[in-house]
């Protein structure tokens, strides 16, 4: 068991360029999240995964932003014509998934996006 | 959507010193979970809570559902208690937690 993974751990970019972040969770691990933190706030839902399917997305998740996970194994995020607004730590996490009442989450060490 | 605050938000203790941080909530919760962000910015599950007390070590913390409060208490502090302690809160069967804005905690030695 090597944790959850996450790729790069830091990005900086232009505003208006495309970005995309990995994630690798868990193995074995059904359900996948997506969250955002910015300075001194709690992480901020984003979207997650059960399996290979897209089950909830945040109204925080504008047009520009897309997620996938295909095979329901890794996830990237994507962020499309960045903004200054953006930039955040963007954080994965995993759990089993396997629907008991309590599934804890195991979070990545984070992707910091700077966007100038 | 419901909130969740939290208190204090900053805090400042010396080692060996004992403390209690709050999370109110502003409606019924099905799960409860107290997280751990140290200064590397790794977050750590800490309990599941959703109603009752657990302990874990130095570590504690109480649920009472009915009043939408939940308490983290953190006996004999050590430096590696250090970081952002947060409350997350879930409704309603969804798997989604709402984090509160979280407590700063600095352990002098």
């Known amino acids: 068991d090597t944790g959850v993974s996450q790729d790069p751990r830091h990005k900086i970019t232009k505003r208006g360029q495309n970005v995309t972040f990995r994630c690798d969770p868990i193995s074995e691990h059904n359900r996948l999240y997506w969250y955002r933190q910015t300075l001194g706030q709690g992480p901020e839902f984003l979207t997650y995964f059960q399996n290979e399917a897209q089950l909830e997305k945040s109204r925080l998740l504008s047009d520009r932003f897309s997620a996938e996970r295909p095979k329901g194994s890794f996830s990237t995020l994507e962020i499309q014509r960045t903004e200054q607004g953006d930039s955040a730590m963007y954080l994965c996490a995993s759990s089993l998934g396997d629907y008991r009442p309590t599934d804890t989450q195991y979070f990545g060490p984070g992707t910091r996006l700077t966007v100038l | 959507g419901i909130q969740v605050e939290q208190s204090p938000p900053d805090l400042i203790l010396q080692e060996g010193a004992n403390s209690t941080l709050r999370c109110n909530f502003s409606?019924?919760?099905?799960?409860l979970q107290w997280f751990h962000q140290n200064p590397w910015g790794q977050l750590i599950n800490l309990f599941y809570i959703p109603s009752g007390t657990k302990q874990n070590g130095r570590l504690s913390a109480t649920t009472v559902a009915t009043e939408r409060y939940s308490l983290l208490y953190i006996s004999s502090s050590q430096t590696t208690d250090s970081g952002v302690y947060f409350c997350?809160?879930?409704?309603?069967?969804?798997?989604?937690?709402?984090f509160g804005r979280g407590t700063s905690l600095i352990v002098h030695p």
């Open positions: 997350a809160v879930e409704q309603g069967g969804s798997y989604i937690p709402t």
């Open positions: 409606d019924s919760v099905n799960n």
